[in-house]
């Protein structure tokens, strides 16, 4: 399956700054997916995005706070804009490997965000 | 709408007892696809199983098996002799044929606990 590297791993940030992680994908993929999960609870997308045109966001996400780019098919960030401590959480970026209906979702290691 | 529910919110057993994931779903469609994927404390999430709405055979992977019942929408997952690596957080997970991986709905995860 496909190998997806998430940069940072962790990160402790001030409120009022923004963090960029970056997702890596070691082969080609058309969508790539941007998950959050707050402490203690499920996972919620945040958006999906596709290479070559704007990221789609989810209800009670948008661009302002979450900017997206997807400048190939192997590479993705996602900004977490002017931060505050319910930012807090595990950013997940993954992938549907083949772009068949329904293949799992494959995860990267995550990145542990905390914001003091 | 689609819904995932994981009752047991945690569980704690002793290495070797057998233990029982419930996860139950409710969706229109009657095409549709479940999955499980763990979560160890590290926090990647990793892809169990997927299984389609239409193969109600249970399958079973070393000390992992899986019980579909369309009937009762439910979709268990058991751990046999169960061990210290297996201490996760684990989610069941649906998703629809309408999309490439937009779709999944995730469960609020059972965190299992194997004492040594």
């Known amino acids: 399956s496909a190998v997806i590297s998430q940069k940072p791993s962790r990160d402790i940030c001030q409120r009022g700054t923004s963090l960029t992680i970056q997702c890596q994908v070691d082969?080609?993929?058309?969508?790539m997916f941007w998950y959050r999960q707050q402490p203690g609870q499920s996972l919620t997308l945040i958006a999906t995005?596709?290479?070559?045109?704007?990221?789609?966001?989810e209800s009670g996400f948008v661009i302002d706070k979450f900017p997206i780019s997807r400048p190939n098919l192997t590479f993705s960030t996602l900004t977490v804009s002017n931060m505050s401590p319910e930012d807090s959480s595990i950013y997940l970026c993954?992938?549907?490997?083949?772009?068949?209906?329904?293949?799992?979702?494959?995860f990267g290691n995550g990145t542990r965000l905390t914001v003091t | 709408a689609q819904k995932v529910t994981q009752a047991q919110t945690e569980i704690s057993v002793v290495e070797k007892e057998d233990v029982t994931l419930d996860c139950v779903y409710e969706?229109?469609?009657?095409?549709?696809?479940l999955f499980w994927y763990k979560q160890p404390p590290s926090g990647e999430l990793v892809f169990l199983i997927r299984?389609?709405?239409?193969?109600?055979q249970n399958e079973i992977s070393g000390r992992y098996s899986w019980n579909f019942q369309k009937s009762t929408s439910s979709f268990n997952f058991t751990i046999t002799a169960s061990q210290v690596v297996d201490s996760a957080v684990y989610f069941c997970?649906?998703?629809?044929?309408?999309?490439?991986?937009?779709?999944?709905?995730f469960g609020p995860g059972t965190r299992l606990s194997v004492l040594p």
């Open positions: 993954s992938v549907v490997e083949d772009g068949s209906y329904n293949s799992p979702l494959h």
């Open positions: 082969s080609q993929v058309t969508m």
């Open positions: 995005a596709n290479q070559g045109s704007e990221a789609t966001y």
């Open positions: 969706t229109r469609d009657t095409t549709y696809y």
């Open positions: 299984r389609n709405s239409f193969d109600e």
């Open positions: 997970a649906l998703s629809d044929p309408r999309g490439y991986g937009q779709n999944f709905v």
